[in-house]
């Protein structure tokens, strides 16, 4: 099934204890786009670069299933950047540099062929981005998964509701879900927030895994315990990626399969710590993939 | 099998934003011995109150199949006290009085009919006591279980260490195991523990799990995802009384049994905090943790 991704294209600066990326590229869109294409070879991207956006950087969109027909190109401008540096215990960082450069302008127009895609991922942005790309979908995607952020919830957060009650699936961290209910319990969080229109929840957690609410169920997903995490940049959006990547290569939204799509998306997400910005996720095969749900496998599973 | 439990006995006072609990029943040695009751009706618990401390709690005890013949009264003595309050997010809490009473000079001696106990677990106190029990073991347990905490680690590490040597499996949280280790990822600090003599380690991460590491093998239990917390007062402490009563009860200590404990532990804690102090423990039945076992295995369970 086809897979509409709308998330930024960036270049990353990135500095934690174990070095130096330089600049690289970077971008939720692009990680998700290459997370989500160890799944499916049918992967549309909206978002915007300028004119200093390299050919080589389009490549290995393109050379991972990614179309670009959606990806704008301003030659006048400059692509989005962004610099970071962690902390030692790499669970807090500084952003050094925000340029948003084109992105401030971004208005996204969707190509014809893109307007019937099946599955809709709309990448951490300005919920008003994130409506008018619903709003220009001919047909109705059979599910659409919404990522956002505090930022939003502090200076957007009316455009963000009207966003939620667009959508089914929500991925927000655990601190997030407790500012966008107002309430400390996550049970209670979740309830709230799947009264604003979801019909879905995944509260990530970092290592401690992520959960999944739906229906009146609740799947927890354990977060490998990792010896390497070289750069922790993106994960988020890998895991987004690789969740939306196998419902839409699997063509299903049950809660059985999204427990399975949530394990996926945590395999993804581990995989892109290991190295320095999208290195990892461009190198490993399904098989690399087949042996790391096996290895989630036997980290919890139980005879009772 | 029979579990021989040496751990305080205590008066508690407790507030959590739920409410006043006044003067009740506490300690780790009851907690981990109300826990394991729901496994094994042979338990022997080592430990000392003072001459106020009443037959009503006695009975608590003798009720639910803990023999207390070790449980040393000095009459003219008064029972360890503790109080504390929780802060809104009940992770927090600030200790408002510890007068250790009867407890500073404890001095554990082991009737003759404990010393052949099958398992042996250590409650939260001084690694100097701890050590004195086991020396007073007339057969070498099959399994010796030690919990601790960050403040032995401050003033006894040495001590601590050496105990370390005589053990089998340590019980800590993620901080201590890396202030003990010096490592802030947890798979290299469970490496460095386990080097210290323990052969298997489980780190308590309070609502996001335990994780259980033996044998270069990770197991992952996740926490049950809960509304009601009411107190979370002795939750570690039935954590390990859970997970000693099981294996007690199976007499098995390979890795594939802890990792049924483990989830036993987890069942028994997250009753624990539903209601003040040792209510909760004292009124479950098999079949209510049965029941709360199925809930630990649907909220992790996957096909691959």
Same mark, same amino acid.
């Given at each position: 099934?086809?897979?509409? %991704?709308?998330?930024?294209?960036?270049?990353?600066? %990135?500095?934690?204890?174990?070095?130096?990326?330089?600049?690289?590229?970077?971008?939720?869109?692009? @990680?998700?786009?290459?997370?989500?294409?160890?799944?499916?070879? /049918?992967?549309?991207?909206?978002?915007?670069?300028?004119?200093?956006?390299?050919?080589?950087?389009?490549?290995?969109? $393109?050379?991972?299933? +990614?179309?670009?027909?959606?990806?704008?190109?301003?030659?006048?401008?400059?692509?989005?950047?962004?610099?970071? =540096?962690?902390?030692? *215990?790499?669970?807090?960082?500084?952003?050094?540099? $925000?340029?948003?450069?084109?992105?401030?302008?971004?208005?996204?127009?969707?190509?014809?062929? @893109?307007?019937?895609? /099946?599955?809709?991922?709309?990448?951490?942005?300005?919920?008003?981005?994130?409506?008018?790309?619903?709003?220009? &979908? #001919?047909?109705?995607?059979?599910?659409?998964?919404?990522?956002?952020? *505090?930022?939003? &919830?502090?200076?957007?957060? *009316?455009?963000?509701?009207? !966003?939620?009650? &667009?959508?089914?699936?929500?991925?927000?961290?655990?601190?997030?879900?407790?500012?966008?209910?107002?309430?400390?319990?996550?049970?209670?969080?979740?309830?709230?927030?799947?009264?604003?229109?979801?019909?879905?929840?995944? !509260?990530?957690?970092?290592?401690?895994? #992520?959960?999944?609410?739906?229906? *009146?169920? +609740?799947?927890?997903?354990?977060?490998?315990?990792?010896?390497?995490?070289?750069?922790?940049?993106?994960?988020?959006?890998?895991?987004?990626?690789?969740?939306?990547? @196998? %419902?839409? =290569?699997?063509?299903?939204?049950?809660?059985?399969?999204?427990? =399975?799509?949530?394990?996926? #998306?945590?395999?993804?997400?581990?995989?892109?710590?290991?190295?320095?910005?999208?290195?990892?996720?461009?190198?490993?095969?399904?098989?690399?993939?087949?042996?790391?749900?096996?290895?989630? @496998?036997?980290? !919890?599973?139980? /005879?009772?």
């Amino acid at each position: 099934m086809s897979l509409l %991704i709308v998330g930024t294209v960036a270049f990353d600066e %990135i500095e934690t204890p174990y070095g130096k990326s330089g600049k690289i590229l970077g971008g939720a869109g692009t @990680y998700i786009g290459l997370a989500a294409s160890q799944y499916t070879k /049918d992967i549309n991207l909206v978002s915007v670069v300028g004119g200093d956006f390299p050919q080589s950087y389009k490549d290995i969109l $393109t050379n991972n299933s +990614i179309d670009i027909e959606g990806l704008k190109v301003i030659p006048e401008g400059k692509t989005f950047f962004w610099a970071g =540096k962690y902390h030692k *215990n790499m669970n807090q960082r500084d952003t050094l540099i $925000t340029d948003l450069n084109v992105l401030a302008d971004f208005d996204p127009v969707l190509p014809e062929s @893109y307007q019937k895609s /099946d599955y809709l991922m709309l990448g951490n942005l300005t919920p008003a981005i994130q409506k008018r790309v619903i709003e220009q &979908m #001919a047909v109705r995607p059979k599910l659409i998964c919404m990522d956002t952020m *505090n930022f939003w &919830m502090d200076i957007a957060l *009316n455009d963000l509701l009207e !966003v939620l009650t &667009m959508i089914d699936l929500l991925t927000i961290n655990d601190e997030e879900a407790r500012q966008l209910s107002g309430e400390q319990n996550l049970v209670d969080a979740a309830e709230k927030i799947l009264d604003m229109g979801p019909k879905t929840l995944i !509260v990530k957690k970092g290592e401690h895994g #992520a959960l999944l609410f739906s229906e *009146n169920k +609740i799947f927890h997903a354990a977060a490998l315990p990792l010896r390497a995490v070289l750069d922790p940049t993106g994960a988020g959006d890998t895991f987004a990626g690789g969740l939306m990547g @196998y %419902i839409a =290569k699997t063509d299903d939204t049950s809660f059985n399969n999204m427990k =399975k799509a949530l394990i996926h #998306a945590s395999a993804m997400a581990s995989f892109a710590v290991e190295k320095f910005g999208t290195d990892r996720l461009t190198e490993i095969s399904m098989n690399d993939v087949d042996n790391r749900i096996g290895e989630f @496998y036997n980290l !919890v599973s139980f /005879d009772i």
